[in-house]
């Protein structure tokens, strides 16, 4: 069955492909004239006649007489002069159908170095002992490569009666022969086999010894596979020990972990203590994997006794466990002498810690080197537990300096909306650090409750740099807090008259509403006699979400005699016009027209181009094409109406694309 | 004063202008190599060859360091997708999730206050650390005032279409890598840095994990 199902596999494509067709009724007339023609086929040839072939075999499959026929002249075939590349193919469709009436043609022809490889590889795969004893017989009579071939073949038949063979072949003098023998007796993997390699392991020597212990590692593999756990487990136990090769180790400890757990524990204990690396690493890994909390306890006894990369690897799969038993090794190895071990535990305590953790992580954010200072602050980030964001607000209010600081930033990571009081309180701090973080944690964590406070902020900041954050601040919480929230700094901005300053940082505020008073507010600004107003109204105008301001831009940009003003307000009105929307690319053309009147630097021309650019049709291309004569932006014109061109074979007259 | 008598006042003037024209590679503290996954490679046109190797110390007057550390960050988009702006020169350039700033899709341009005039010899931008890309219209500008109306000079600029409206630019784009991009600023005198960046290959939206820039005050 299984070679039928592979028969079919094979063919399914070809069939697909339409180049061979099943036939219902298959004759052996059919045989010979294909064969005939398949003799003479070439590697790079025509492969029809060889899957017409195929697809003969196929459909012959349930007809024995015509399997006997066709096997009988894929047998003639492969004694004759045909090419080397039809006899390959012969031999393998005789691996697929062959019966013992193949194996006395197949036998001799292993011998034959031209013939070795395919005639054992259609042997090999013929089902019953006359193979089986056609390949044990010529193991005898072989040498060199054609005996390693057949030493294959027979391991992957697992041809138990081939194991006292192999067993006498594993002691041979030739190093290429005992080692596959080796390898096929592990594979074999049968009682004697499990026995010989026991010997051959325990005295082997020079390079045969990794080999031997190799084999005997994997045979007792193959036992556990079979569900034989005993018998593996005395393997590993014997291959766990120090004298073995590292690997081979390694190897031991990860199948006494997977066979027998409990059992696996008082084996990989010593191993932690290895100076291998590779097998200490294994047995911290393993141990890492046994259920239940006896390979926590065991990692923890041992950590002390092992070095700082292994304290790491310790560290890592604690962590990965999530076994909060072991916080306080954690903890502790925060103040390991090795910097590596101390990332390590700072890391972990992100998973593992707890409330109690907040001090030590601030404190090693705050005083420690870049790795240390990383995985603290990840860890700050990450910590759970109802209590942590409580005992981060408390923490906030009863520390100082650089530890106040990291805290204040793991709240605004962490988005603890309760720390915005804390965070408001500690504005006022002498420390940068502490005065900086509490900004940004205002701006990340302040609501509608705090709006009072931040316009208080905005009146009272000492200096232009913190009335320019704390207006920010205030936007942001606009922004999240929406229009309904707006009374207390539309009514402040209202007596800000006589406070530029303030009124300034305000108008940044109000510029994050969609409120129509606010609107007014900030329209009825463009008016005011100092520049410095009016220019944080056009900013403030130019970052309105809707294109409501545009008139009032586009007439400042006509009438503004002060040269940066009208700059400001030109931009303001094209980054407006240039909002997404519904608009048809024509109109917003008609809406930045005035733009290319209005614009008399290049910068300004340029900022134009390459807003008109997202809107291609005609009447943007004309007014690009009316500026490409200035030779200042000519490159720029140049590749807008490119683009444009282009955007238009595709979507003529569309919308912004 | 005769010839000889100048000589000793000639070597000690030689010295102390020797001294002040000291030259050091820039204190550069480079992040960890971040790359994740399968690189997929960058193809896109005017793309600089890799150097494949570290980058030579760039050398600039001793006493040089970064002067945007915890300066003040404005962008064209207030509301970044992720992070914040202060994320731009925080010191932290770890590049990994939660530590760089991620802008709208489009153009976008960020402004950096130095707060007072410095002496800028170079700038070192790295938009994103996880993985090989290269960023789209990277325009990197002086200027004297905070909207960048008077004298305004461009450092750097690789936006072949002018599609951030900075005019077109002939440098070449580059892949984003730990060593992030080493721009020569020549010295210039400015209060005022904006960059600008349309997308990259892998994404519309424009990243920042951080930008140094190295100066002096005046």
Same mark, same amino acid.
């Given at each position: 069955?299984?070679?039928?199902?592979?028969?079919?596999?094979?063919?399914?494509?070809?069939?697909?492909?339409?180049?061979?067709?099943?036939?219902?009724?298959?004759?052996?007339?059919?045989?010979?004239?294909?064969?005939?023609?398949?003799?003479?086929?070439?590697?790079? !040839?025509?492969?029809?006649?060889?899957?017409?072939?195929?697809?003969?075999? !196929?459909?012959?499959?349930?007809?024995?007489?015509?399997?006997?026929?066709?096997?009988?002249?894929?047998?003639? *075939?492969?004694?004759?002069?045909?090419?080397?590349?039809?006899?390959?193919?012969?031999?393998?469709?005789?691996?697929?159908?062959?019966?013992?009436?193949?194996?006395?043609?197949?036998?001799?022809?292993?011998?034959?170095?031209?013939?070795?490889?395919?005639?054992?590889?259609?042997?090999?795969?013929?089902?019953?002992?006359?193979?089986?004893?056609?390949?044990?017989?010529?193991?005898?009579?072989?040498?060199?490569?054609?005996?390693?071939?057949?030493?294959?073949?027979?391991?992957?038949?697992?041809?138990?009666?081939?194991?006292?063979?192999?067993?006498?072949?594993?002691?041979?003098?030739?190093?290429?022969?005992?080692?596959?023998?080796?390898?096929?007796?592990?594979?074999?993997?049968?009682?004697?086999?499990?026995?010989?390699?026991?010997?051959?392991?325990?005295?082997?020597?020079?390079?045969?010894?990794?080999?031997?212990?190799?084999?005997?590692?994997?045979?007792?593999?193959?036992?556990?596979?079979?569900?034989?756990?005993?018998?593996?487990?005395?393997?590993?136990? !014997?291959?766990?020990?120090?004298?073995?090769?590292?690997?081979?180790?390694?190897?031991?400890?990860?199948?006494?972990?997977?066979? %027998?757990?409990?059992?696996? =524990?008082?084996?990989?204990?010593?191993?932690?203590?290895?100076?291998?690396?590779?097998?200490?690493?294994?047995?911290?890994?393993?141990?890492?994997?046994?259920?239940?909390?006896?390979?926590?306890?065991?990692?923890?006894?041992?950590?002390?006794?092992?070095?700082?990369?292994?304290?790491?690897?310790?560290?890592?799969?604690?962590?990965?466990?999530?076994?909060?038993?072991?916080?306080? =090794?954690?903890?502790?190895?925060?103040?390991?002498?090795?910097?590596?071990?101390?990332?390590?535990?700072?890391?972990?305590?992100?998973?593992?810690?707890?409330?109690?953790?907040?001090?030590?992580?601030?404190?090693?954010?705050?005083?420690?080197?870049?790795?240390?200072?990383?995985?603290?602050?990840?860890?700050?980030?990450?910590?759970?537990?109802?209590?942590?964001?409580?005992?981060?607000?408390?923490?906030?209010?009863?520390?100082?300096?650089?530890?106040?600081?990291?805290?204040?930033?793991?709240?605004?990571?962490?988005?603890?909306?309760?720390?915005?009081?804390?965070?408001?309180?500690?504005?006022?701090?002498?420390?940068?650090?502490?005065?900086?973080?509490?900004?940004?944690?205002?701006?990340?964590?302040?609501?509608?409750?705090?709006?009072?406070?931040?316009?208080?902020?905005?009146?009272?900041? @000492?200096?232009?740099?913190?009335?320019?954050?704390?207006?920010?601040?205030?936007?942001?919480?606009?922004?999240?807090?929406?229009?309904?929230?707006?009374?207390?700094? *539309?009514?402040?901005?209202?007596?800000?008259?006589?406070?530029?300053?303030?009124?300034?940082?305000?108008?940044?505020?109000?510029?994050?509403?969609?409120?129509?008073?606010? *609107?007014?507010?900030?329209?009825?600004?463009?008016?005011?006699?100092?520049?410095?107003?009016?220019?944080?109204?056009?900013?403030?105008?130019?970052?309105?979400?809707?294109?409501?301001?545009?008139?009032?831009?586009?007439?400042?940009?006509?009438?503004?005699? %002060?040269?940066? *003003?009208?700059?400001?307000?030109?931009?303001?009105?094209?980054?407006?016009?240039?909002?997404?929307?519904?608009?048809? %690319?024509?109109? @917003?053309?008609?809406?930045?027209?005035?733009?290319?009147?209005?614009?008399?630097?290049?910068?300004?021309?340029?900022?134009? =181009?390459?807003?008109?650019? %997202?809107?291609?049709?005609?009447?943007?291309?004309?007014?690009? !094409? @009316?500026?490409?004569?200035?030779?200042?932006?000519?490159?720029?014109?140049?590749?807008?109406?490119?683009?444009?061109?282009?955007?238009?074979?595709?979507?003529?007259?569309?919308?912004?694309? | 004063?005769?010839?000889?008598?100048?000589?000793?006042?000639?070597?000690?003037?030689?010295?102390?202008?020797?001294?002040?024209?000291?030259?050091?590679?820039?204190?550069?503290?480079?992040?960890?190599?971040?790359?994740?996954?399968?690189?997929?490679?960058?193809?896109?046109?005017?793309?600089?060859?890799?150097?494949?190797?570290?980058?030579?110390?760039?050398?600039?007057?001793?006493?040089?360091?970064?002067?945007?550390?915890?300066?003040?960050?404005?962008?064209?988009?207030?509301?970044?997708?992720?992070?914040?702006?202060?994320?731009?020169?925080?010191?932290?350039?770890?590049?990994?999730?939660?530590?760089?700033?991620?802008?709208?899709?489009?153009?976008?341009?960020?402004?950096?206050?130095?707060?007072?005039?410095?002496?800028?010899?170079?700038?070192?931008?790295?938009?994103?650390?996880?993985?090989?890309?290269?960023?789209?219209?990277?325009?990197?500008?002086?200027?004297?005032?905070?909207?960048?109306?008077?004298?305004?000079?461009?450092?750097?600029?690789?936006?072949?279409?002018?599609?951030?409206?900075?005019?077109? /630019?002939?440098?070449?784009?580059?892949?984003?890598?730990?060593?992030?991009?080493?721009?020569?600023?020549? /010295?210039?005198?400015?209060?005022?840095?904006?960059?600008?960046?349309?997308?990259?290959?892998?994404?519309?939206?424009?990243?920042?994990?951080?930008?140094?820039?190295?100066?002096?005050?005046?």
């Amino acid at each position: 069955m299984r070679k039928i199902g592979y028969l079919l596999a094979v063919l399914a494509p070809l069939t697909l492909c339409g180049q061979v067709s099943p036939k219902a009724v298959r004759s052996a007339s059919e045989i010979q004239p294909l064969l005939a023609s398949i003799a003479t086929y070439e590697f790079g !040839q025509s492969r029809v006649a060889l899957a017409e072939f195929t697809q003969l075999v !196929q459909d012959s499959l349930t007809d024995g007489a015509l399997v006997k026929q066709i096997e009988s002249s894929l047998l003639t *075939l492969v004694q004759s002069n045909a090419t080397s590349a039809a006899k390959q193919f012969a031999f393998r469709e005789l691996s697929l159908i062959g019966t013992d009436a193949s194996v006395p043609v197949l036998a001799p022809m292993m011998l034959q170095p031209s013939t070795t490889e395919m005639a054992r590889f259609a042997l090999a795969r013929i089902p019953g002992d006359t193979a089986g004893q056609a390949l044990r017989d010529t193991l005898g009579k072989s040498t060199g490569s054609i005996r390693i071939g057949i030493i294959g073949s027979l391991a992957q038949r697992r041809d138990s009666r081939a194991t006292p063979a192999l067993i006498q072949l594993a002691s041979s003098s030739d190093q290429p022969t005992a080692e596959a023998a080796l390898a096929a007796l592990a594979e074999i993997a049968d009682r004697p086999s499990l026995t010989a390699l026991s010997q051959l392991h325990s005295k082997a020597s020079g390079a045969m010894e990794r080999r031997a212990a190799e084999a005997y590692l994997n045979c007792a593999d193959q036992f556990a596979a079979r569900g034989d756990k005993q018998v593996a487990l005395g393997v590993y136990k !014997q291959l766990i020990a120090p004298q073995e090769p590292p690997m081979v180790r390694v190897a031991a400890i990860s199948g006494l972990a997977r066979v %027998n757990p409990k059992e696996a =524990l008082p084996v990989l204990a010593p191993a932690l203590e290895s100076n291998d690396a590779r097998v200490q690493f294994a047995a911290i890994r393993f141990l890492g994997e046994i259920p239940g909390g006896d390979g926590t306890a065991e990692l923890q006894r041992a950590f002390p006794r092992i070095g700082p990369a292994g304290r790491v690897r310790v560290l890592g799969v604690l962590a990965d466990r999530g076994d909060v038993s072991s916080r306080s =090794l954690f903890t502790d190895a925060v103040r390991d002498q090795s910097a590596e071990v101390r990332a390590a535990a700072l890391s972990g305590l992100g998973v593992l810690g707890d409330s109690s953790s907040i001090s030590v992580l601030a404190d090693a954010a705050a005083h420690s080197g870049e790795a240390e200072r990383n995985a603290a602050r990840q860890s700050l980030t990450r910590l759970r537990g109802s209590s942590t964001d409580a005992a981060l607000v408390a923490a906030i209010r009863s520390s100082n300096g650089k530890v106040k600081a990291e805290m204040l930033m793991a709240a605004a990571d962490r988005g603890t909306t309760d720390a915005a009081d804390a965070a408001f309180e500690a504005i006022r701090d002498s420390d940068p650090d502490v005065h900086r973080e509490a900004m940004h944690a205002i701006k990340n964590l302040a609501g509608a409750r705090q709006i009072p406070g931040l316009v208080n902020l905005v009146a009272t900041a @000492s200096n232009s740099t913190e009335r320019k954050d704390a207006g920010q601040a205030l936007g942001l919480v606009m922004q999240r807090s929406g229009d309904a929230e707006i009374g207390p700094v *539309l009514a402040a901005y209202k007596k800000s008259a006589s406070d530029p300053p303030m009124r300034i940082a305000l108008m940044e505020a109000l510029s994050r509403t969609t409120n129509a008073d606010a *609107l007014a507010e900030l329209q009825d600004a463009l008016h005011d006699p100092s520049p410095e107003i009016v220019r944080g109204s056009i900013l403030a105008l130019t970052e309105w979400q809707t294109p409501a301001p545009l008139p009032n831009l586009l007439a400042l940009a006509k009438t503004q005699t %002060n040269p940066p *003003l009208q700059i400001l307000a030109l931009r303001g009105y094209m980054k407006l016009a240039g909002l997404p929307s519904d608009r048809p %690319n024509a109109e @917003s053309a008609k809406l930045l027209a005035p733009a290319a009147e209005l614009a008399k630097e290049p910068a300004e021309k340029r900022a134009l =181009l390459s807003v008109l650019a %997202n809107y291609p049709c005609k009447e943007s291309l004309d007014i690009v !094409q @009316s500026m490409a004569g200035d030779a200042a932006v000519a490159a720029e014109a140049k590749a807008a109406a490119t683009r444009m061109q282009a955007a238009m074979r595709v979507v003529p007259g569309g919308r912004r694309r | 004063m005769s010839p000889r008598a100048w000589f000793p006042l000639v070597l000690i003037l030689g010295a102390a202008a020797a001294q002040t024209l000291k030259l050091e590679p820039l204190p550069i503290a480079l992040p960890k190599p971040l790359f994740e996954g399968t690189p997929e490679p960058v193809n896109v046109p005017n793309l600089e060859k890799p150097l494949r190797k570290a980058r030579p110390p760039f050398l600039a007057p001793a006493g040089t360091t970064n002067i945007a550390l915890h300066k003040p960050v404005t962008a064209s988009d207030r509301d970044p997708v992720t992070g914040s702006l202060e994320m731009i020169t925080d010191g932290i350039k770890t590049g990994v999730d939660g530590a760089f700033v991620e802008l709208k899709p489009g153009v976008q341009t960020v402004v950096m206050d130095l707060e007072a005039p410095h002496t800028i010899y170079a700038i070192l931008v790295w938009h994103y650390l996880k993985e090989a890309r290269a960023y789209k219209g990277v325009v990197v500008q002086t200027g004297d005032d905070p909207d960048f109306i008077t004298n305004v000079r461009t450092l750097f600029n690789n936006d072949t279409d002018n599609d951030c409206g900075f005019g077109i /630019g002939t440098d070449k784009r580059y892949v984003e890598t730990a060593e992030g991009k080493l721009i020569d600023a020549k /010295g210039v005198v400015a209060r005022y840095l904006r960059l600008a960046s349309d997308g990259s290959n892998r994404t519309q939206a424009s990243h920042y994990v951080e930008v140094e820039v190295f100066g002096r005050p005046l």
